[in-house]
C-alpha cells in the first residue's frame, strides 16, 4: 500500500511538473498573418495592422467551458491595459456573428471579436485545444502562447515581457 502510494506521488509530481510546461510553447519567431473579420463591423483587417503594437490573441468558442470561464479574466486584463494592447478573440468553431455578439455582450467585452472565412487561424496557430493565448509582441513576434485557462497576473506579466 504505501509503496503504490509512494509511486502515485512520483507519477503525480512528474505530471505536475511537466504538464505546465507542454502546455506553454517556447516563442517561435515571426507571427502568422492572419485575415480576418470583426463582428461588429463586419469589416475585414489583418492581424499585421497591428504590428508595432503588443497583440493578445485568444483563440475561442461560444461553446467552450474554459473559455466561458477565461471570459472575466480576459474582462479585467483589457479593462487594466486595454488602451496600450490590441485584444482581439478568434473564433475558432465557424460560430454565427449573432451567436459571437451574444457571446461578447453575456460577458461585456470591450475588445475586438474576429472570425474568419477560412481555417488558416487554426492551422497557422496550430490551434489543436482551446482555449489558446497568443501574444505578440511590437516587433510581430510571438513571444508568449499558452492552452488552458491563465491567471489575470500571468497574462499581465507576459504582456508586460512583449513591451
Known amino acids: 500500500m504505501v509503496k503504490r502510494l509512494a509511486a502515485a506521488l512520483v507519477v503525480l ?3 505536475a511538473t511537466t504538464l505546465p510546461g507542454c502546455l506553454q510553447s517556447k516563442p517561435t519567431g515571426k ?3 492572419l485575415q480576418l473579420r470583426n463582428i461588429d463591423t463586419s469589416g475585414a483587417f489583418k492581424l499585421s495592422d497591428y ?3 503588443v497583440i493578445v490573441l485568444d483563440f475561442m468558442a461560444t461553446w467552450c467551458g474554459a ?14 491595459v486595454g ?5 482581439i478573440s478568434i473564433d475558432v468553431d ?9 457571446f461578447k455582450s453575456e460577458y461585456g467585452a470591450d475588445w475586438t471579436f474576429a472570425s474568419s ?8 496557430y496550430q490551434i489543436e485545444y482551446i482555449p489558446k493565448i497568443v501574444i505578440i509582441n511590437a516587433n510581430f513576434d510571438v513571444s508568449f502562447s499558452y492552452v488552458g485557462t491563465l491567471a489575470k497576473e500571468k497574462i499581465l506579466d507576459e504582456i508586460e515581457k512583449a513591451y
Open 13 to 15: 509530481t512528474v505530471l
Open 31 to 33: 507571427a502568422p498573418d
Open 51 to 53: 504590428a508595432g503594437k
Open 67 to 80: 473559455c466561458k470561464q477565461e471570459m472575466p479574466v480576459l474582462k479585467e486584463v483589457y479593462d487594466r
Open 83 to 87: 488602451g496600450n494592447v490590441v485584444m
Open 94 to 102: 465557424e460560430e454565427s456573428t449573432e451567436e459571437m455578439k451574444n
Open 117 to 124: 472565412e477560412d481555417d488558416s487561424p487554426v492551422q497557422k
